[in-house]
C-alpha cells in the first residue's frame, strides 16, 4: 500500500473550504496554515492574472517518496509510516528547523510559540478551541496533538487521525467540488492510478526529484 | 594581569551573564522573540554558526605549517591558534542552543541519531574538533604545567620530546576534523536542491577559504594584542598576512566563479537570487567583497603590522566582512521561494506560492512570498554573548595558563 493523492484542478473552484476544513480538524494555531490554495500567476487570489488562464492550486504536504525533509532530520522526527505518508513525531522534534529550509513545497510550519498564547496574540475568541480534540499516536508515536506545544515542527499528516479509523482526510470530506481522491498508487487499477494515467498528471516542482504522491489534474482552458 | 584584561573579562562576563537570561527568557516564551518566521526560518543564529565555524580554523593553519610544513617560525603562536580554535569551535556548538526548539530534548541526537543528515554530521565532527584542539593544547602546553599546574601534567620521561612528539602525531589528524567542520557546515547548506542560492558544489570550498583567511587573522590579532607589534614577530605576522590575503582571493574567486556561472546562464532562480543579493542587499553585498579584501591588502603592508591600532583595524575590517558574507548565507536563500512555478497558460511567468508566517506581525499579512529578517535584540544580545563566551575563555586560559611564550623566540 502506498498512499496517494489526486487533484483535479478542473474541478477545483478555489474555494479554499479544504484549507479552512484542515485548518479546523487539525487545530492549527492562528497563521499556520497547513494547506493553501491560490491562484497561480495572481498577486490576488481569484483574480485570473491574465484573460482566461486562471486556476486555482492546493498545496500542502507532497508526502514525498525521496522527503529532503526526512533526510535531514537530525533525530528521525519526520520519517515514513508504513503506507507512504510522512508524518511528524512531536514527542521527537527538537524544533532545528532544518526540515523548513529543506522542503521545496514550503509547508512546514513552525510554533514560534506556546498555541495558547497564539490564541490570546491573534484576538481569538477567549477559551475557544476547534480541532480533533484528543492526542493521536500513530504506531506508535504521537503524530497529532490539540495543542502543540511550542518550539516543534508540524504539517500535514493527510489527516492521521481520521485515516486510522477509516474515514478521509478532512480536505477530502470538505472538498465542495469533490476535487480530491486518495487511494493506492501500489494499485494500477485504483480510482488513482487510473486517473494519474489517463489525465497526464503532474507534480510540483518534478526538478528536484522528490518524488512527491500528490498528482494534480491539469485543468481545461477556463472561460472568466 | 593588566588592568585593560582583567576589565576586559569583567565585560565579557557580564555580557555573558545578560545573554544567559536573555536565552532564560527566550526559552520561557519560544522563539517568537526572534524576528524569524516559517519562510524566513534560519536567521542570526545560524549566520553565527557559520562565522564561529570559520573563525575556527586559525588552529589549522597553525598547526599544519608547523608540523606538517615545518614553518618553525610560527611556534610561538600555536598555542594562541589553538585555543583560538577551541574557543571558536564550542562558541559554534553554543550558538545553536538557543536556535533550537526544544533544546530539552537534545539528547535525542544520541538516542535517535539519523545519519542521513548533514546536521548530525556537524555535531560529530565538531565535537571533535573541540575535543582535538584542547587535546592538541593540552599537549604544547605539558611541558609548563609546573609549580602550581602540576596536578594537571602527566608523569612522562622527557616530556619536552614527549609534547613535540605527540604534537606532530596528532597534527595531521587535527587537520582532517578541522577541513572536516568547514565541509561539512557549507554541506549543510549545499545539499539543499531546495535552495538555488545554496545548493552549489563551490560551497565547501568556499568555506575552507573563508575559514582559512578569518581562523588566521584572528590568530594574528591574538598574538598582537597578546605578544604586541615588536620586531621578532613580525616574520610570523608576515607569513600569516600572506596566508589570509591568497585565502581572501581564493574566497573571492570561489564565490564569482559560482556566481558567473549562473548569471551567464541566466536561469528564473539565478535572476531572483541576483535581484535579491544585488538589489536590497547591495551595500551589504560590496561590504562583504571590500571590507575583507582591503582588510587583507591592508594586512600585507608592513607599516600596517607594526602597528597596533592599524593590524586591528585591518583585522577587524576583515572580521567584520567575514561576518556580513555569513549573514549573506540567509536572504537570497529565504527570499527565493523554492516552490515558484511558471503557471499552466503563462509560459515566460514566474510565480511564486507565499508561505504562512505561522506567527502574527500586526499589519502584515498571515501569507507572505518576501520578508525583510532584520535581528531582534533578543537575537542580537544572544549572539554578543556567545562572542563574549569567546573572549572571556581566551582570555581566562591566557591568565591561568601557560598559552603565551615568555622567552623571545
Redesign the interface.
Known amino acids: 500500500m502506498k498512499m496517494g493523492m489526486v487533484i483535479d484542478l478542473e474541478k477545483c473552484i478555489g474555494c479554499r473550504s479544504c484549507m479552512v476544513a484542515c485548518k479546523q480538524h487539525n487545530a492549527q494555531p492562528p497563521q499556520t496554515w497547513w494547506n493553501r490554495v491560490f491562484t497561480p500567476g495572481s498577486h490576488r487570489h481569484l483574480t485570473p492574472p491574465a484573460k482566461g488562464v486562471e486556476f486555482f492550486l492546493p498545496v500542502h504536504c507532497q508526502h514525498c517518496e525521496n522527503a529532503p525533509c526526512e533526510k535531514v532530520c537530525p533525530v528521525g522526527a519526520t520519517y515514513h509510516a508504513e503506507d507512504g505518508a510522512v508524518l511528524i513525531d512531536y514527542e521527537r522534534c527538537i524544533g532545528c528547523r532544518y526540515c523548513m529550509s529543506a522542503c521545496p513545497y514550503g509547508v512546514r510550519q513552525f510554533n514560534w510559540e506556546d498555541p495558547e498564547k497564539a490564541h490570546v496574540r491573534s484576538e481569538y475568541q477567549e477559551k475557544y478551541h476547534y480541532g480533533y480534540p484528543e492526542d493521536h499516536r500513530h504506531e506508535g508515536r504521537l503524530v497529532y496533538m490539540p495543542l502543540r506545544p511550542k518550539g516543534i515542527v508540524e504539517k500535514c499528516t493527510f489527516c492521521a487521525q481520521y485515516r486510522d479509523k477509516g474515514e478521509l482526510p478532512a480536505c477530502v470530506r470538505g472538498c465542495p467540488g469533490k476535487a480530491r481522491f486518495v487511494g493506492d498508487l501500489d494499485d494500477p487499477n485504483s480510482e488513482v492510478s487510473v486517473m494519474i494515467k489517463q489525465r497526464n498528471a503532474f507534480t510540483l516542482l518534478p526538478e528536484k526529484g522528490t518524488k512527491p504522491t500528490v498528482f494534480y489534474l491539469p485543468p481545461k482552458a477556463k472561460e472568466v | 594581569m593588566n588592568a585593560k584584561m582583567k576589565s576586559s573579562m569583567w565585560l565579557s562576563g557580564g555580557v555573558i551573564l545578560v545573554a544567559f537570561a536573555t536565552w532564560i527568557y527566550q526559552l520561557q516564551?519560544?522563539?517568537?522573540l526572534t524576528n524569524?518566521?516559517?519562510?524566513y526560518?534560519?536567521g542570526l543564529y545560524i549566520s553565527g554558526l557559520a562565522f564561529f565555524v570559520g573563525n575556527a580554523a586559525g588552529g589549522l593553519v597553525l598547526t599544519s605549517s608547523i608540523y606538517l610544513f615545518g614553518v618553525k617560525k610560527l611556534k610561538p603562536l600555536a598555542k594562541l591558534g589553538a585555543l583560538t580554535a577551541f574557543a571558536n569551535v564550542t562558541a559554534a556548538m553554543l550558538i545553536?542552543l538557543p536556535?533550537?526548539?526544544?533544546?530539552q530534548?537534545?539528547l535525542?541526537?544520541i538516542?535517535?541519531?539519523?545519519f542521513?543528515?548533514?546536521?548530525?554530521w556537524d555535531?560529530i565532527v565538531l565535537n571533535l574538533y573541540a575535543l582535538a584542539s584542547a587535546t592538541y593544547l593540552y599537549i604544547l602546553m605539558l611541558p609548563e604545567l609546573t609549580g602550581r599546574l602540576a596536578w594537571l601534567s602527566i608523569k612522562v620521561d622527557n616530556v619536552q620530546e614527549f609534547s613535540e612528539k605527540w604534537a606532530k602525531r596528532l597534527a595531521p589528524v587535527a587537520l582532517l576534523f578541522a577541513i572536516g567542520i568547514h565541509v561539512v557546515t557549507a554541506w549543510?547548506f549545499s545539499?539543499?536542491?531546495?535552495?538555488d542560492w545554496w545548493h552549489s558544489p563551490a560551497m565547501a570550498p568556499d568555506f575552507v577559504s573563508v575559514a582559512i583567511a578569518v581562523g588566521t587573522t584572528v590568530v594574528l590579532l591574538a598574538g598582537a594584542l597578546a605578544y604586541g607589534t615588536g620586531e621578532e614577530y613580525q616574520e610570523a605576522f608576515r607569513l600569516l598576512g600572506l596566508i589570509i590575503f591568497m585565502a581572501v582571493c581564493t574566497h573571492l574567486f570561489l564565490m564569482m566563479n559560482d556566481l558567473v556561472i549562473h548569471a551567464w546562464y541566466g536561469s528564473g532562480e539565478t535572476q531572483r537570487i541576483m535581484e535579491i543579493a544585488w538589489g536590497h542587499f547591495v551595500w551589504a553585498h560590496i561590504f562583504e567583497v571590500a571590507a575583507p579584501l582591503i582588510g587583507a591588502w591592508l594586512l600585507l603592508q608592513p607599516a600596517v603590522r607594526r602597528s597596533m591600532p592599524r593590524l586591528s583595524f585591518s583585522s577587524g575590517l576583515l572580521i567584520a566582512g567575514v561576518f556580513v558574507h555569513r549573514f549573506l548565507i540567509m536572504p537570497a536563500?529565504?527570499n527565493n521561494?523554492?516552490?515558484t512555478?511558471t503557471?499552466?497558460?503563462?509560459p515566460h511567468?514566474d510565480?511564486s506560492?507565499?508561505?504562512?508566517?505561522?506567527?502574527?506581525f500586526p499589519g502584515m499579512s498571515?501569507?507572505i512570498d518576501q520578508y525583510r529578517y532584520i535581528p531582534s535584540s533578543v537575537e542580537v544580545v544572544i549572539l554578543l554573548g556567545i562572542v563574549a563566551y569567546a573572549l572571556l575563555l581566551i582570555l581566562l586560559a591566557i591568565d591561568r595558563l601557560p598559552i603565551l611564550v615568555k622567552e623571545k623566540p
Open positions: 516564551e519560544g522563539l517568537i524569524m518566521q516559517n519562510s526560518s534560519w545553536v536556535d533550537i526548539g526544544k533544546p530534548r537534545l535525542n541526537l538516542l535517535h541519531p539519523n542521513m543528515s548533514p546536521l548530525v555535531v549543510i545539499t539543499q536542491g531546495a535552495r536563500a529565504y521561494i523554492p516552490m512555478m503557471p499552466l497558460g503563462l511567468t510565480w506560492l507565499p508561505i504562512a508566517t505561522g506567527r502574527f498571515t501569507f
